[in-house]
């Protein structure tokens, strides 16, 4: 129980007394650019990374919802505590960017307006009482935000 409160939670950052969701992300998206700028320095090759940023983004998103299932005996559904999904819907948004700083903080800023406004069918996955809504809302935020930040980097806009 304790484990899953630590990892629902962020590391703790859920218990962020104001805006926790930003918390959450802010660690997600420190954590995805210091590892994959750690695995760039050992001359790891695009594929590689992006197949580990993959495995990173399931795993977590799986260990998340069994996280969620089990606070939801103790927190109202989806608490404000919950920032794994967060932390997952940033990494997604990040997901094969170049390795500069600038993308990373459009990837984080792009999943927070969408994770905050929930468009595009966002809304309705929040609005379910799941375990795997928790989580698949700010999937859909990721992806989103994943689309329009490739759609850039292949435009050149940055």
Avoid: C
């Avoid at 990040?94 to 600038?102: D, F, N």
């Avoid at 809504?133 to 859909?140: G, I, K, Q």
């Avoid at 990721?142 to 329009?148: E, K, M, S």
């Avoid at 490739?150 to 806009?157: D, P």
Wanted: zero cysteines.
């Amino acid at each position: 129980m304790r484990i899953s409160k630590i990892i629902a939670s962020g590391l703790g950052t859920g218990y962020a007394p104001v805006a926790p969701g930003t918390a959450g992300s802010l660690l997600g998206i420190a954590i995805i650019y210091v590892f994959n700028f750690w695995v760039n320095e050992l001359g790891m090759q695009q594929p590689t990374i992006l197949v580990l940023n993959l495995g990173a983004i399931v795993s977590v998103l799986f260990i998340g919802v069994y996280a969620v299932k089990v606070v939801h005996q103790f927190w109202k559904h989806d608490d404000s505590k919950i920032v794994i999904d967060e932390i997952t819907g940033v990494w997604i948004a990040a997901l094969a960017l170049p390795m500069h700083w600038t993308y990373y903080f459009f990837a984080f800023v792009l999943f927070r307006f969408f994770d905050i406004l929930k468009p595009l069918g966002i809304k309705r996955l929040d609005k379910q009482k799941s375990d795997w809504s928790v989580m698949l809302d700010d999937v859909l935020a990721g992806i989103y935000a994943l689309i329009i930040l490739q759609t850039a980097t292949y435009l050149h806009v940055f």
